[in-house]
Nanobody
């Protein structure tokens, strides 16, 4: 199983980025996908999650209204659209997968991608 996160970069405050998480080696449509992030010197934290059939999404309060998680099961890819970015969004972003239902707890995710760095300048 492989999750490949991409799309990070350097952006000014107020800008947008779209992260992608390409999955292989698993039945993608049977897995919930989540995004976590880890800022330098801090613990990894939950950002957003989407369940297997897109019927439920879950966001941490700090990104509600700015970030949107989505998925394309036909292409085995999940996305995190990030708008109105703030300097405090600067972190390495990781995608993760677990069967069917979402969770905000990283220990409950089976598979992880490598991080993609997002840097927001003020």
């Amino acid at each position: 199983v492989q999750l490949q996160a991409s799309g990070g970069g350097l952006v000014q405050a107020g800008g947008s980025l779209r992260l992608s998480c390409a999955a292989s080696g698993l039945t993608f449509g049977a897995y919930a996908i989540a995004w976590f992030r880890q800022a330098a010197g801090k613990e990894r934290e939950f950002v957003a999650a989407l369940n297997w059939n897109r019927s439920f999404t879950y966001y941490t309060d700090s990104v509600k209204g700015r970030f949107t998680i989505s998925r394309d099961n036909a292409n085995n890819t999940a996305y995190l659209q990030m708008n109105s970015l703030k300097p405090e969004d600067t972190a390495a972003y990781f995608c993760a997968a677990r069967p069917y239902q979402t969770s905000r707890y990283q220990g409950e995710y089976e598979y992880w991608g490598q991080g993609t760095q997002v840097t927001v300048s003020s």
